[in-house]
Nanobody, 119 residues
Framework: QVQLVESGGGLVQAGGSLRLSCATS????????MGWYRQAPGKQRELVAVITSGGSTNYAESVKGRFTISRDNAKNTVYLQMNSLKPEETAVYYC?????????????WGQGTLVTVSS
């Protein structure tokens, strides 16, 4: 079935950068919006960035100017470049896709990748 797998998380010092990737697998016919979310311990999951199939982007106000979302439609992969990371942005980062696949249409979530920003 359809799977989203995030990678690129890890430990980084405050002010550092990471690039997250989200690869998809399965019989996918179309991917509409793709996005990155994050969830810190004890906090609600929040939207970080979203990108449409046409490449339009939107960002949470807190990450504007520092994060960049992009996608490679040929590879069905979405990326999140994170610069100037802050300790409060320590969280599990999740990839999300609104897609149409064989036997399924709707949202799919990845398992998440942990980003730890040390002070």
């Amino acid at each position: 079935q359809v799977q989203l797998v995030e990678s690129g998380g890890g430990l980084v010092q405050a002010g550092g950068s990471l690039r997250l990737s989200c690869a998809t697998s399965g019989s996918i016919f179309r991917i509409n919006n793709m996005g990155w979310y994050r969830q810190a311990p004890g906090k609600q999951r929040e939207l970080v960035a979203v990108i449409t199939s046409g490449g339009s982007t939107n960002y949470a106000e807190s990450v504007k100017g520092r994060f960049t979302i992009s996608r490679d439609n040929a590879k069905n992969t979405v990326y999140l470049q994170m610069n100037s990371l802050k300790p409060e942005e320590t969280a599990v980062y999740y990839c999300n896709a609104d897609l149409v696949a064989r036997g399924y249409a709707g949202e799919v979530w990845g398992q998440g990748t942990l980003v730890t920003v040390s002070s």
